[in-house]
């Protein structure tokens, strides 16, 4: 765009030199041939075509002078090509063809050609500028994309640990609850049972049928809250990498995107299903490649086993291993598909709403 404002500069001073030349068929001519000159010959990357272009233009000028009015804006689109070997002819013409005009040269053309230059040079300067601000703009973007990645990783990863530090800390409590509290209601539930046998009297007992009474009921109620915690303890990540790793008949890949809010019968269907799903690989399939993805939609949570071993001809879908499956998927109002093309595949969708709050 620079540049064109340039070429138009120039072309506007040629103009200029009507009082010289007048308005005539060369000068027209002149016109009319070096905007084609500028247009096809703007571009770097044809040094032929430029060159062509050239040598009819300094033909042109060497039969008809006039022409040179317009060798100003030529000079200017040999400098911003660096064709350099190409303004020697034009300079050499300049001074072959002094005693044509001799007044017109040195008060019009010499000042053309230094406008030229100048006007080469601000923008070169100019467009150096440019790329430079662009490179610096282009760079600011992409560190900025990096370093918002970047944080964004670091976060997600400090949610991670404190996800699983939250998981192991309620897994303590509840090994605290099960071994201390557990145990010692066990023992004055024992205690209360000897008393019983032993007491002679009657209103004592009553009382201490009260007392095993809310003494079973405080245990029932420790049961079920180390049985919640536990289960709310399982890092379902952890123990699919730990599966996937542990697998020897191929390489397994986890791909896991999962939210840290996913419910315990959730978790437990999926590790069972992977369990099954990878033993029946080692079993049935000559594969030696998986991959076990498993993602949570806003609706819904996704499993997919996949494997690139060679089906049986006729796939049969009635074993223990299968039919579990199928059960824990019914049991959560999910779906499940089988598929047998290009490998081995299962693909199974657990709803987020309407599912059974039961473990499996």
């Known amino acids: 765009m620079k540049s064109t404002e340039d070429q138009a500069v120039l072309l506007i001073y040629a103009f200029g030199a009507l009082p010289w030349m007048g308005v005539n068929t060369p000068f027209v001519a002149g016109l009319l041939y070096t905007i084609i000159y500028a247009a096809l010959s703007s571009r770097p990357d044809c040094p032929i075509r430029r060159g062509i272009l050239t040598a009819v233009y300094l033909a042109a000028a060497f039969f008809c002078p006039p022409v040179l009015c317009f060798s100003p804006a030529v000079l200017y689109t040999l400098l911003m090509c660096h064709s350099y070997a190409a303004i020697l002819p034009i300079l050499l013409l300049f001074l072959g063809q002094w005693h044509s005009f001799p007044d017109f040269y040195p008060f019009f053309l010499i000042p053309g050609y230094a ?124 123990i699919l990498e730990g599966l996937a790793a542990a697998h020897s008949s191929c390489p397994v890949d986890l791909d896991y995107d999962m939210g840290f809010d996913v419910p315990a019968d959730v978790k437990y269907c999926l590790i069972a299903i992977v369990k099954e799903a990878l033993h029946n690989i080692s079993r049935h399939s000559s594969a030696d490649q998986a991959t076990v993805t498993v993602r949570e939609h806003p609706g819904l949570y996704q499993l997919s086993i996949e494997d690139n071993g060679i089906p049986p001809a006729q796939p049969e879908y009635t074993g223990m291993g299968l039919a579990n499956m199928q059960d824990r998927v019914r049991c959560l109002h999910g779906t499940i598909q089988i598929y047998t093309e290009q490998g081995f595949r299962i693909f199974i969708t657990l709803p987020k709403e309407n599912r059974k709050d039961t473990a499996i």
């Open 115 to 238: 406008t030229a230059g100048l006007l080469c040079y601000k923008t070169t300067v100019y467009q150096a500028l440019d790329r430079r601000y662009r490179q610096t703009k282009d760079d600011g973007t992409e560190l900025a994309i990096l370093l918002k990645e970047k944080n964004l990783a670091l976060q997600e990863n400090q949610n991670y640990k404190v996800y699983t530090a939250t998981l192991k800390e309620r897994n303590r409590i509840a090994r605290e609850i099960h071994d201390h509290v557990g145990h010692m209601l066990s023992r004055c539930i024992l205690l209360t049972g000897a008393l019983k046998t032993i007491n002679k009297d009657a209103a004592v007992g009553e009382s201490l049928n009260h007392l095993e009474q809310t003494l079973h009921t405080a245990m029932d109620n420790i049961r079920s809250s180390v049985h919640d915690l536990h289960d709310e303890s399982i890092n379902l990540r952890e």
